[in-house]
């Protein structure tokens, strides 16, 4: 066992070993430099002093905002002799399942790309390069033909590989009974009930004030409003990581959400960051990929029909596509129990083989992909800023919607905590819907692998997402399907089909979350 | 019309005379339009369609009926009918460019520069061929700039083109040297000649303009009100002065994008004006997007005090305009014309309900059943903005007065919740349940 000191230095250990090396290191170690020239930095108290001006000047609260970033991606240490699997995902039927579904998807996308003929990449002719360029704030007016393109998998496919689920040293009974579970998800992953999910999120009770309910028209602003927008200004300009962290529990005001979703993530838009992303866009320029044909499907049959989202097309060809070939994001299969698929090419000298990471990020994109991106288009303009933001809140968060893995904020862990919830709350629902073949999982999957963006109308979307970064966990996502079905459990129980189930549940356009979220959570009976 | 000569007699609905500030329960309306509006005047209790030469006491007619009917209509005090007379004095574009100058040298000379220039919110503007030479001052005057022509009398976008230079417009020309005969074979159609906004606001490379809804129920003294909602309509493709020809860039009226060779009816090109007011202040602030929207207020105040005198005030008339928008990049509103028949007919779901709300509204505040009390702020989605004074949201009283913050009582953009506000102002039609 290892006991509360020793994990701390591993810890401390391991935030260290990440951070050297970074930006934010050598910039300390200039500023610590030049700052010697100073009248007040004395020689017999030089540790002090530079500590001083550190603090004084900001940067110690710059790596104050690094360090808690990492401790936020950062896994609780395991033992010292796990091997590196491990710490993707402990259990190995889950590692098993993952490795299977990869096999699957990367079968897929190689039958494609031999039955269609194309390259998995390829190097574009230099007239071609020129005409990216010239067109790249307008990739959306193009109309390639895209047609013979599938999208890889979508969320069903996704779905039976979850409900195929099974722990091996799980008895599981066949009848169903009231004692056994009547969803789809077969594993036996521990998830908070109501009373522990009321102790997580207390700043969500019917006493506390937040965004999303105490901004109705007809509340006085001086009740919360003003006095909350205060705070979150005094926030941002104290460029504190968890004070914004604690702040967006109760929303993020609009005017102010832009700033303090980057405070959060730690996502900057410095000059190192500008260049990486115009490395990137280099990229796209020179070498055209197989995966962005599917980037282009993707955002033509979903964002582009959106009523919000069409607006921004090309910003999502100009993010997605550089996202396909950032390196950078291979660092999270470290903790993602997905690992990155390989493909062979011929090697240098021609003769063997290489395996390489492809695409380069290592994610091959599904259908619905591009609306991880769409709501983000609403809050930044620049592209690289808009990306910096994007890749930080999908290396947090948004991958656990689609791998398999035991975290608590995976996708498994929501399904099952979805389905827990209802059949505790709503049993006489539940029971309904399941004998007329309408498992409620089936209607709220999609929901959930899209953290339920193009579900919602736009500004409840960007609520829940508060929320989201906020507690730092997705499990709000699982609790809001939940309360969305006992929101419309009246005409749910009316409906005879899977067909008219759906209908019901079809457009979510009209509802307000934080009402929705604060009744199932704390005026519910236990 | 005639009035019915014997008393005793019933029409249709059992409609008796009234009097005056009694409201009717049955209410004979007629309709020229095929649109949302028959939706919404058979949908309400107590409202029945009358034809042909029947007697009326609400026409909802178009302009041309107006034109031909109206002089010879008499009316009694209750009846109520869509249009003003001469609304034109607004709606076309050569004469509301000659109210809106003629009202800013008024308010230079009375009042300043300073106030003058709140009325900058109309691009320079020439009527052709009328002022032809003073154009072409003001053409010379800004070499490479771009202008757009645009028919006086017509809607839709038809007509309208860009121009860069002089010889595009020949036709135009006021020239005296042409002989009598030329002139009188080429009758040439009137045009305003408009000084282009190159750096309009975009949204991803996107152009739109915003359609607002303004009522006005009497120019003497002036009433008017504001709609809550209403949207922002995108071009298509994505904006670039390289090619003025395509028109498709540049007009963002919804028929000219529908025959743009990649419009996707099921797209949609429009959002909601509060989608775009959250985008804008996610983007830039609410207090720059505060005073984006004082300024909008601004123009539609401005432009029908520069009518209010010209306008033949009728206590029968009402009217909806659909007011067009353009913002620039520094997020400068720009009037680009008021229409007198907004466009009724729905391009989507969303759209329809938004025109059956604000048509609804709108009967609600003319108001033949007689339910208000006509001291209300709002009704529904419409917000007094304007009563022969500002009206600001909070009651003006001892403590307020003379407090600089005092807040225009318009909501553009902003939560739309009319049922709940409906319910509690208005009692219900007689003889129909609460609901």
């Known amino acids: ?526 | 019309m005639s009035k019915s000569k014997t008393s005793g007699y019933k029409g249709p609905c059992g409609y008796q005379k009234r009097k005056e500030g009694e409201g009717r329960n049955c209410v004979r309306y007629k309709c020229g339009l095929t649109n949302t509006i028959q939706d919404v005047l058979r949908h309400r209790p107590g409202w029945v369609e009358v034809k042909d030469d029947a007697e009326w006491d609400f026409n909802w007619c178009d302009v041309g009926w107006l034109r031909e009917n109206f002089d010879h209509s008499y009316m009694e005090e209750h009846v109520r009918i869509c249009h003003f007379r001469n609304h034109y004095e607004l709606t076309r574009k050569n004469l509301m460019v000659k109210n809106l100058k003629r009202h800013r040298k008024a308010l230079e000379r009375e009042a300043g520069r300073l106030e003058a220039a709140k009325c900058d919110f109309f691009p320079r503007t020439f009527e052709l061929p009328s002022e032809y030479h003073l154009f072409v001052e003001e053409f010379k005057r800004n070499p490479g700039s771009t202008w757009i022509m645009k028919p006086v009398a017509r809607s839709q976008g038809k007509g309208i083109f860009l121009f860069r230079k002089l010889k595009d417009i020949m036709d135009w020309k006021k020239d005296g040297t042409r002989s009598e005969e030329q002139r009188d074979e080429t009758q040439v159609e009137s045009y305003v000649a408009q000084r282009y906004i190159e750096n309009p606001y975009l949204i991803n490379g996107r152009k739109f303009d915003l359609r607002v809804y303004v009522l006005v129920t009497s120019y003497n003294p002036l009433k008017a009100w504001l709609y809550r909602d209403g949207f922002a309509r995108f071009s298509s493709t994505r904006y670039s002065l390289s090619s003025i020809d395509d028109q498709y860039i540049h007009l963002t009226n919804v028929a000219v994008q529908k025959t743009a060779p990649d419009y996707d009816p099921e797209k949609g090109c429009k959002w909601q004006i509060r989608q775009l007011r959250r985008y804008l202040t996610a983007k830039h602030g609410s207090e720059t997007v505060e005073t984006l929207f004082k300024d909008i207020d601004n123009i539609f105040v401005r432009s029908l005090q520069s009518v209010q005198k010209v306008i033949i005030n009728d206590k029968h008339c009402f009217e909806l305009y659909g007011y067009d928008i353009l913002l620039d990049q520094d997020l400068k509103p720009w009037l680009i014309e008021v229409n007198a028949s907004p466009s009724l007919t729905a391009s989507s779901q969303e759209d329809y309900d938004l025109k059956f709300r604000l048509l609804e509204d709108t009967l609600h505040i003319v108001d033949m059943e007689g339910r208000l009390t006509g001291k209300e702020k709002r009704v529904g989605g419409f917000d007094l903005m304007w009563n022969d004074g500002p009206v600001c949201r909070e009651d003006v009283n001892l403590e307020t007065l003379g407090s600089s913050s005092l807040k225009a009582n318009t909501h553009l953009g902003c939560v739309n919740d009319r049922e709940k506000q409906l319910c509690q102002l208005l009692k219900p039609f007689s003889g129909q349940k609460k609901t």
């Not at chain 1, 077969?186 to 999910?197: A, G, Y």
């Open chain 1, 1 to 526: 066992m290892i006991d509360e000191g020793t994990e701390l230095s591993v810890t401390i250990a391991q935030i260290v070993q990440r951070l050297k090396g970074t930006h934010l290191h050598s910039q300390l170690e200039r500023e610590a430099k030049e700052c010697l020239h100073r009248p007040e930095i004395k020689l017999e108290s030089l540790k002090e002093d530079v500590r001083n001006f550190l603090k004084e000047s900001g940067w110690e609260r710059k790596l104050q905002n690094a360090v808690y970033r990492e401790l936020n991606i950062l896994s609780p240490p395991g033992h010292p002799t796990a091997p590196p699997e491990h710490i993707k995902e402990p259990l190995v039927y889950m590692r098993k399942a993952q490795a299977n579904w990869e096999k699957r998807i990367l079968k897929s996308l190689n039958s494609m790309c031999t039955e269609l003929g194309v390259p998995l990449a390829r190097k574009r002719p230099v007239p071609e390069q020129k005409e990216m360029t010239n067109k790249w704030n307008e990739m959306g007016t193009d109309e390639p033909d895209l047609s013979r393109f599938r999208p890889v998998y979508a969320p069903k496919d996704f779905l039976e590989v979850l409900i195929g689920l099974q722990n091996p040293n799980q008895e599981s009974c066949d009848e169903p009974s009231a004692r056994s579970h009547w969803g789809l998800i077969q594993v036996p992953l521990n998830v908070p009930d109501i009373s522990q999910l009321r102790e997580a999120y207390p700043e969500l009770d019917l006493t506390t004030s937040q965004l999303g309910i105490d901004d109705h028209t007809n509340v006085p602003p001086d009740l919360f409003e003003y006095e909350h927008i205060r705070i979150g200004r005094k926030v941002l300009s104290e460029q504190d990581s968890a004070a914004a962290q604690q702040y967006s529990r109760q929303g993020c005001p609009t005017g102010l959400r832009a700033q303090l979703w980057a405070l959060i993530l730690n996502a900057t838009n410095e000059p190192e960051d500008i260049a990486h992303y115009e490395q990137l866009k280099a990229g796209v320029i020179h070498h055209d990929l197989l995966v962005d044909n599917l980037i282009y499907k993707d955002v033509k049959l979903t964002a582009s029909n959106d009523d919000y989202y069409f607006v921004f097309e090309d910003f999502l060809y100009q993010v997605l596509l550089c996202f396909s070939r950032d390196t950078a994001v291979l660092e999270h299969f470290n903790y993602n129990s997905a690992t990155p698929p390989k493909s062979c090419v011929h090697g240098k000298s021609g003769a063997e083989k290489v395996a390489v990471v492809y695409p380069p990020n290592g994610l091959i994109p599904f259908h619905g992909f591009s609306m991880y991106v769409a709501p983000l288009c609403f809050l930044y303009n620049e592209p690289s800023k808009l990306y910096s933001v994007f890749r930080e809140m999908y290396v947090r968060y948004f991958f656990r919607l689609h791998s398999i893995s035991s975290s608590p904020s995976g996708i498994v862990s929501l399904c099952l905590q979805f389905e827990r919830l209802l059949q505790t709350h709503l049993p006489q629902l539940f029971y309904h819907l399941r004998e007329i073949g309408a498992q409620p999982l089936r209607i709220a999957f999609k929901w959930m692998v899209r953290a339920f963006s193009g579900y919602l109308c736009t500004d409840q979307l960007l609520l829940l997402w508060d929320r989201i970064l906020g507690y730092d966990s997705l499990e709000i996502v699982a609790v809001l399907a939940a309360a969305v079905f006992a929101f419309r459990a009246e005409n749910l129980m009316e409906v005879t089909s899977l067909a008219s189930a759906e209908a019901v549940l079809a457009d979510l356009s009209t509802l307000k979350v934080m009402p929705l979220l604060q009744i199932f959570l704390f005026a519910t009976v236990i």
